[in-house]
Structures are given as C-alpha cells and as structure tokens.
C-alpha cells in the first residue's frame, strides 16, 4: 500500500527566510504533484513532476524530484506572506494519487 | 468552461439520513474521483472511476456508494449518515489518470452529521 508523508506538518517562518518540506512515499512512483491550498478553498496544482530529476519553479517556489530515494521537496526562497497556506504533495498510483497530510506554512512579517 | 461542479456547497444532516452529493464535469474527462477531508488532515480517496460504468474503491469507501452512468457526472451517496461523516468531500476529474496534468478539483461540499 502507498503510504505519502511529508514533514514538517506546520511550519511557521518568518519573511524572507528559506525552507524546504519534504515529501517522501513508500512505493515506486514516477508521478509526484504538489498542490496549494488556501483556507476553505479548493485545491490548486502546483507542479508536476513526471520523471526523476525534475525540477520545476514557479516564483518563490521550486519543486524536484528524486525517485531513487522516493523523495520530493518543495523549497521556499525569501518566504512572503502571501506564501501562506497548506502545501499538498500528492503520488501518482495506478490511476489515482495518494495524497500525503499536508503541510500549514504560516509566514509572519 | 465551468470545470469541475459539486452542489450543494454546504450541508447538515441529522444521522441517520441519506443525501446525494452531485459532481459533473465539462472537460470530457474519462477520469473522476471523490475525496474527503478531514480537518487538518490530508485528502483520502474515497471512490473513483475511470469511464462511464466502471466503479471502484480508494482508502475509505465503507459508508458511500457511487456510480458513474454518464461521462459528465459522478454522484456520491451517503447513507444512513453519522458523525464519522463530517467533512469537507471534494470532486476531482483528470483525462487519462493524474498523468500531465494532475486533477482539477471542484470547491468542495462542506457536511455536517449530527
């Protein structure tokens, strides 16, 4: 069974710091999705990651990829505001993801 | 393009009732799921389809039916609701599975048991 879990689950920081959450799943999978997801609202794709060694950036924040130690990271340069919300890592599996627990980043001024 | 539509938006039922939870899409997407979340928690799988006809279970089916009688819509069914129940369920649809693109969600439909 394809378990998804990523670390830290609440991550308060201040502005303009760096972090990087991690997402790392059980199972072999070259399909990772990361989503946003702002309080009381839907979800929102991110990045795409579809083979290993993929990095993708958006903005302040870059996604990659290593499917050899089923690992993926979201880092997060010079942190704003407007950064806040719950960050979803999701793997795909037969046809259906999986999504880990989520991580609440709070970014304070 | 409305994408991906899930009515009602809210609702509160008393346990033991029953209730429809609509979902249609108009991406023509052969792909259609359904998840819940739980506060604080990550979205688990609830049911999914991958064409009109064809059914089958995620992580947490046990209380919830569907079926998938048309490409556009994916109905999921509560019955004999209880507490356990209270969620936030959200429709999600992709072509081919997650595949390029991953998901479109809907705004979700908040529920409340009591």
């Known amino acids: 069974e394809l378990k998804v879990e990523q670390n830290p689950l609440f991550l308060s920081m201040q502005e303009g710091k760096n972090y990087t959450i991690y997402c790392n799943y059980s199972?072999?999978?070259?399909?990772l999705y990361w989503y946003r997801q702002d309080p009381g609202k839907s979800l929102e794709s991110l990045f795409v990651?579809?083979?290993?060694?993929a990095v993708k950036q958006e903005g302040r924040l870059m996604a990659s990829l290593d499917t050899k130690a089923r690992l993926s990271t979201l880092h997060i340069t010079a942190a704003v505001h407007d950064l806040s919300a719950t960050y979803f890592c999701?793997?795909?599996?037969?046809?259906?993801?999986?999504f880990g627990q989520g991580t609440t980043l709070q970014v304070k001024p | 393009n409305a994408g991906v539509t899930q009515t009602p938006k809210f609702r509160i039922l008393k346990i033991g009732q029953s209730m429809t939870l609509q979902c249609t899409q108009d991406?023509?997407?052969?792909?259609m799921y359904w998840y819940r979340q739980d506060p604080g928690m990550g979205l688990k799988l609830i049911y999914y389809?991958?064409?009109?006809?064809?059914?089958d279970k995620g992580e947490v089916p046990n209380g919830y039916n569907v079926s998938r009688s048309t490409t556009e819509d994916f109905p999921l069914r509560l019955e004999l609701a209880a507490p356990s129940q209270t969620s936030v369920y959200f429709c999600?649809?992709?072509?081919?599975?997650?595949?390029?693109?991953?998901?479109?969600f809907g705004s979700g439909t908040r529920l409340t048991v009591v």
């Open positions: 999600a649809s992709s072509h081919t599975g997650p595949a390029n693109y991953g998901y479109t």
């Open positions: 199972t072999t999978s070259d399909r």
């Open positions: 990651l579809l083979s290993n060694g």
């Open positions: 999701a793997v795909g599996n037969t046809g259906k993801l999986i």
């Open positions: 991406m023509n997407h052969n792909y």
């Open positions: 389809s991958v064409g009109a006809g064809i059914t």
